[in-house]
């Protein structure tokens, strides 16, 4: 697809959940009911589609508007919000095609992770709205610190009545060895340019100063952050719930966190009933190794693991001090 390299090529689905529902209704009406009746439901399914359609019609002459689209995009996130990658695929896919006033769903799981993976995830969700798109974020489990982020960009925020909604507030922790070392007589040498390229850190020794320079910048990113939640939710009381602390579906809707209780499911059936609703996903093709098996994919994977080792180690340090929502 458009922003991944031609060595990791990545393929669309689109699946039309109208058509699926139906396909399973029936399914079910044949092992239940019998063919008798299915072929009676059919034939009613079929006068009534048709009656929608020149109800359709008249409308269209009328100059009314057509009955809007509605598109199914699933995030699942991780610490570094790396399904980000294909997020932003299907965004774009539908900002390209998709008409104003069509309507995008995103089925959000998330409890947060690093400040810039879910700051870009948060902006790819911006983009739709921009676009002219409706923007609903359904959570059925959590929609946590990272997760808010991104769902608090919506125009409904919709969650199940015990998911895990907030903790609006930022986490850094890392180890820190330098007593060890000095007591093996191993010395720790770090050479910097500009007086904050390293506050804290895992291997030296951290003083005062250190630690509240280090304090200060989670600081700033927590007040970005409720900036953030502020700009697209100005009813609610950010300082209320800025404390990174989180609630369950039914006190989040009463502190306006979200907008309404309701499974994704019940939301989704909801749309059907005067929409179209497509669902979208999109993945990276398997390698020739996954294609051959398990065992040759595991190998490629390790071979893989051992080439980029050096540079993990190296980054060791950064990583550890990355600043995470929580």
């Not at 439901?41 to 589609?49: G, L, R, W």
């Not at 695929?89 to 069509?102: F, H, P, Q, R, V």
């Not at 309701?262 to 390698?287: C, F, G, W």
Request: aromatic share 6%.
């Amino acid at each position: 697809m458009l922003f991944h390299p031609s060595k990791n090529p990545v393929e669309l689905k689109v699946r039309h959940l109208n058509e699926a529902q139906k396909q399973r209704r029936e399914d079910l009406m044949e092992a239940t009911q019998g063919k008798a009746a299915l072929k009676e439901f059919k034939k009613t399914m079929a006068k009534k589609a048709k009656q929608a359609l020149k109800a359709k019609s008249k409308k269209q002459k009328k100059n009314t508007d057509n009955a809007s689209q509605v598109f199914v995009l699933d995030f699942e996130g991780d610490i570094k919000a790396t399904a980000v990658k294909h997020l932003r695929e299907e965004i774009s896919t539908l900002i390209s095609t998709a008409n104003k006033g069509d309507e995008v769903i995103i089925r959000l799981e998330s409890g947060g992770g690093l400040v810039h993976g879910y700051g870009l995830a948060a902006a790819q969700l911006v983009r739709l709205k921009d676009a002219g798109l409706k923007l609903t974020v359904c959570v059925d489990k959590v929609a946590a610190s990272g997760g808010y982020m991104m769902a608090c960009v919506a125009d409904n925020v919709v969650a199940a009545p015990f998911a895990i909604i907030g903790s609006i507030g930022v986490v850094s922790q890392l180890p820190n060895f330098h007593k060890w070392l000095k007591n093996h007589d191993v010395d720790y040498e770090m050479f910097t340019a500009g007086d904050y390229k390293r506050t804290v850190t895992v291997f030296g020794e951290n003083d005062a100063e250190d630690r509240a320079k280090y304090q200060e910048e989670l600081e700033q990113t927590h007040e970005l952050f409720k900036h953030f939640v502020n700009t697209y939710r100005p009813t609610l009381d950010v300082a209320k719930v800025a404390t990174g602390e989180h609630w369950y579906g039914e006190d989040a809707l009463k502190l306006n966190l979200i907008d309404s209780l309701q499974t994704s499911d019940s939301y989704i059936l909801e749309r059907m009933e005067n929409s179209e609703v497509y669902a979208l996903h999109s993945r990276q093709k398997p390698t020739l190794a996954e294609k051959l098996g398990l065992a040759q994919a595991a190998e490629a994977t390790l071979s893989m693991a051992v080439d980029k080792l050096p540079d993990a180690l190296a980054r060791f340090e950064l990583n550890s001090r990355l600043n995470v929502l929580k």
